[in-house]
T-cell receptor, first 120, second 109 residues
């Protein structure tokens, strides 16, 4: 158990629907990251939050949104789902922002077990 | 061109072999280099972590970074069937970690 909790583990839904994936970071971690993993694209960075604020954005579609709440848990909302959105969605957490020199441990991400989304 | 390139394999080796996994990258701003291991149906877990150029050894694992060539490697000595997994290189830039495609490794007994 990595300490990062993701729910649900599996989700099957239909095109056009909306789903919410939930993540509880490891105790004491302030940063939460969302990644999408598909067979052809690998692990793609979506978005990062630090202590409730959005800090970095990757290849996140406009149909997707996320937030981090005061208790530090995060939710990733996926709407108007398409077949191509089927993937594993990982949440990861770290103690601090990903920064450069001098921030020990800042670059260590701990991943959850993922939420497998199937869109039919 | 992707920022981080990694041969997806699959790579199959006999038990006890030395395994070499590699990544190339294009962004010279990357400073932190990591290797993650991902077992089937699990999340990636950090294996090795290096800053800038040089080598780092941890047991049977050695990570090498050559910033001048924009090339990183992970060597596994005396490979074991339990090393069978997907290995992902990762590099940090600002607030995000960029991953390679991952190389699927199978170590046969």
């Amino acid at each position: 158990d990595s300490g990062v909790t993701q729910t649900p583990k599996h989700l099957i839904t239909a095109t056009g629907q909306r789903v919410t994936l939930r993540c509880s970071p490891r105790s004491g971690d302030l940063s939460v990251y969302w990644y999408q993993q598909s067979l052809d694209q690998g692990l793609q960075f979506l978005i990062q939050y630090y202590n409730g604020e959005e800090r970095a954005k990757g290849n996140i579609l406009e149909r997707f949104s996320a937030q981090q709440f005061p208790d530090l848990h995060s939710e990733l909302n996926l709407s108007s789902l398409e077949l191509g959105d089927s993937a594993l969605y990982f949440c990861a957490s770290s103690a601090a922002l990903l920064q450069g020199v001098g921030v020990a441990g800042a670059n260590v991400l701990t991943f959850g077990a993922g939420s497998r989304l199937t869109v039919l | 061109q992707k920022e981080v390139e990694q041969d997806p394999g699959p790579l199959s080796v006999p038990e006890g072999a030395i395994v070499s996994l590699n990544c190339t990258y294009s962004n010279s701003a990357f400073q932190y280099f990591m290797w993650y291991r991902q077992y089937s149906r699990k999340g990636p877990e950090l294996l090795m972590y290096t800053y800038s150029s040089g080598n780092k050894e941890d047991g049977r694992f050695t990570a090498q970074v050559d910033k001048s060539s924009k090339y990183i490697s992970l060597f596994i000595r005396d490979s074991q069937p339990s090393d069978s997994a997907t290995y992902l290189c990762a590099m940090s830039e600002g607030g995000k970690l960029i991953f390679g495609q991952g190389t699927e490794l199978s170590v046969k007994p």
